[in-house]
């Protein structure tokens, strides 16, 4: 490891780390009341929201474990901490049936970042966290779980009646990304990637002679190369009397990580095996197209196949048999432009599925328990709960709110919007209003992007409070970007369907067209005032953003949470291998021809046209690919300002970040929307700098933000 220490630990400027809080991140939560008097929603509440896996409203693997019995449930509980600029992490279990309340086996541990594949690159570690679900074992006695100390991930056992403290069980030297009881829970099979480390060291040890400029590197991540080879996934098993270990058989590995079997279509998915030789799976309407919808097959004892082709069984994300019901449960996304989530049952026997429920709510992570589907669940209003789903009737009911404080805030009220673009797309959008609203008043209006499903928190990348800004008088309206253009839909493979879309901007268009109903809609309910309307947007929100700023003259003001989609620092920063990727699919870098290119979309070239002040709050790891704008816009004299939040990757993670861009998003908008200020002394500095910008109000205008 000295190579890899050796070239993480030079600097060429002083720096200085701020010293760790001592303080348990939980300690602010213990004894806390779970009702308060009512009052609106801030920044704070949703900073400390409570959530059980990923905080987006995402499909995702569940975030619990049931035991065997089917009478007990266990989840972590993860509450962001801005004071300590760090999580609360609590193990708890209760019983399914609410008799008691959640009992407390465990608390502490880092935040479990996830990874993900990015492109060519097998491993990018990501800001969102990795989901971390409890598996009891066979008796129900033990619960094994991920948590991660002093930057190692290792499995640690608890004892589900709490009488002993938790204990780790792994001493693995790479993370563990995945483990499974094996027989009677004698011992575990885990999942790690050892040929991350290994390349890690590689690489560290071709520093002595310079990195070489190449496809490995991506200026915008890092200055190191990153691995591009394949990693492949190994398999250990673990004796929990002896701690011995030992490489997995073939069959321990499938408990782990099954296959299915051998016969099914090509690109079939999602097989799941039933009672007496049932089988069901998924498999693609249109076999030829890259994205296709869907079609439910169930095949019997005798293979005889049955499919329902029908859009009543589009849209499946996971599936269960019930051996007792002899049926096949599915959670599906459906309804216009598939905003809402239904469940469906099919019985054996029966010649198509039923419905069992349907609903604007998000159900993520569901999993099947003995007479119910156990879900998390979250509304528009409402954060994320879970629930149980009744197998015969579709009704649910509540078995653990983790943010009971939620139901005594005044929220803002929601309307939804449902409507088609201009090119046929179905689309929908959320207005919020002000808890306080009267009729007759127009509020100045926030566009949030580019999700609206679930509880209404901050848009894509969590970035924008939506309840906070509607409770400072604000209306939001939270716009979900539609699905893709006809035309693009019948591509047959990604390169097609990317390039299909960078003809003329086609997917920006399609995007636009979206948006600009959506404002009508919401300028007519007349509580809208259209005169200061402020745009928002994060990643892919962002281009759209830009798009927007450059194509519609109704926009006064912008918040931005990275940048930017132009001409030079973009592919720049991010280095050969997405150069030769964005060329493939129709782009133009810095040859003939890239200037016309770019007219509709850089706002570089638009910079005369482009009279909105913008503010820009990014990530380290990618705040250069934004620096043209930057630069050209301050050249200009434009009111812009970024700002660069340390060790942050495109999702930003750390609690005090996040409280940050809240507060400083607010402030912006409240800035150039209301003439408001946070009349604290410690944004003096801040506002100082916004009163010399072109368009600013003048200080004599400006009045002070409620609660500053």
Not at 344 to 365: E, F, N, Q, T
Not at 483 to 507: F, G, I, K, M
Request: net charge negative; hydrophobic share 40%.
């Amino acid at each position: 490891m000295g190579f890899l220490a050796a070239a993480l630990s030079f600097s060429i400027i002083p720096t200085a780390e701020l010293p760790r809080s001592p303080q348990d991140p939980c300690a602010a939560f213990d004894g806390a009341s779970s009702h308060v008097e009512e009052r609106t929603m801030t920044a704070v509440d949703l900073v400390q929201l409570a959530d059980i896996g990923r905080s987006d409203p995402n499909e995702t693997p569940s975030a619990f474990g049931v035991s065997p019995d089917m009478t007990q449930i266990a989840f972590v509980v993860r509450r962001g901490n801005a004071e300590t600029n760090s999580y609360c992490q609590r193990l708890v279990v209760m019983p399914l049936d609410r008799s008691q309340a959640p009992r407390e086996l465990d608390r502490g541990g880092e935040y479990l970042r996830d990874d993900f594949r990015l492109r060519e690159f097998p491993s990018v570690t990501a800001g969102w966290v990795k989901v971390n679900t409890p598996r009891f074992s066979p008796d129900g006695r033990a619960i094994a779980y991920l948590k991660r100390i002093e930057g190692s991930t290792q499995v640690w056992l608890a004892d589900s009646a709490g009488g002993t403290d938790a204990r780790q069980v792994t001493t693995l030297p790479d993370d563990v990304d995945a483990f499974a009881w094996l027989g009677g829970g004698e011992a575990l099979v885990v999942a790690t990637r050892p040929g991350i480390r290994r390349a890690a060291l590689g690489i560290a040890q071709q520093a002595r002679r310079g990195f070489l400029y190449d496809e490995s590197i991506s200026p915008q991540f890092t200055s190191r190369p990153i691995p591009r080879e394949a990693i492949a996934t190994e398999y250990t098993t673990i004796d929990l009397a002896t701690g011995e270990s030992r490489s997995s058989t073939p069959e321990e590995i499938a408990v782990l990580s099954p296959e299915g079997p051998q016969g099914l279509p090509e690109r079939a998915r999602g097989y799941v095996a039933g009672p007496e030789g049932w089988a069901a799976w998924l498999e693609p309407k249109f076999p030829d197209r890259y994205i296709s919808p869907t079609r439910l097959v169930l095949s019997d004892p005798t293979d005889t196949r049955i499919s329902c082709p029908a859009k009543l069984c589009e849209g499946i994300m996971r599936m269960w048999w019930s051996p007792s019901e002899r049926a096949l449960f599915a959670v599906q996304k459906t309804g216009w432009g598939q905003s809402s989530m239904g469940i469906l049952r099919w019985d054996i026997g029966a010649s198509v599925p039923r419905r069992l429920m349907v609903s604007d709510d998000m159900l993520i992570g569901c999993a099947l328990a003995a007479d119910e589907i156990i879900c998390a669940r979250e509304g528009a209003t409402t954060p994320r709960r879970l629930v149980g789903i009744g197998l015969d009737n579709g009704e649910a009911r509540l078995i653990h709110d983790p943010n009971p404080l939620v139901s005594s805030l005044d929220l803002g009220s929601v309307q939804r919007f449902r409507f088609s673009n201009a090119y046929g797309v179905e689309s929908y959008a959320d207005l919020v209003l002000p808890p306080d609203h009267q009729p007759g008043q127009r509020h100045p209006l926030v566009v949030v992007q580019y999700i609206s499903h679930g509880f209404l928190r901050g848009g894509s990348g969590d970035e924008v409070p939506v309840q906070p800004l509607a409770a400072r008088g604000f209306a939001v309206l939270s716009f979900a970007k539609p699905d893709l253009a006809p035309a693009v839909a019948q591509a047959q493979t990604a390169t097609e369907l990317l390039s299909a879309n960078r003809v003329d901007w086609l997917d920006r268009r399609n995007v636009q067209s979206s948006l600009d109903i959506a404002l009508d809609h919401a300028i007519g309910t007349g509580t809208v005032d259209a005169s200061r309307i402020g745009l928002t947007g994060w990643s892919d929100g962002v281009s759209s953003a830009q798009f927007a700023l450059i194509n519609s003259p109704r926009y006064k003001v912008a918040s931005l949470g990275s940048c930017c989609e132009d001409m030079y620092s973009y592919v720049l920063s991010a280095g050969p291998a997405y150069s030769a990727f964005t060329r493939s699919i129709g782009y133009r870098f810095l040859e003939d021809g890239a200037e016309e290119f770019w007219r509709p979309m850089s706002l570089i070239l638009n910079v005369d046209r482009v009279d909105v002040p913008i503010l820009i709050q990014n990530a380290d790891s990618e705040y250069e690919g934004g620096l043209d704008v930057v630069e050209v816009y301050r050249h200009k004299g434009k009111p812009i300002e970024l700002h660069v939040f340390e060790d942050e990757t495109h999702y930003k993670w750390q609690p005090a970040h996040r409280s940050a861009v809240y507060e400083r998003t607010t402030e912006w908008l409240e800035f150039w929307l209301m003439k408001r200020r946070n009349c604290v002394s410690e944004r003096d500095r801040q506002y100082d700098r916004w009163l010399t910008m072109e368009g600013a109000p003048t200080r004599a205008e400006l009045t002070c933000s409620p609660g500053s």
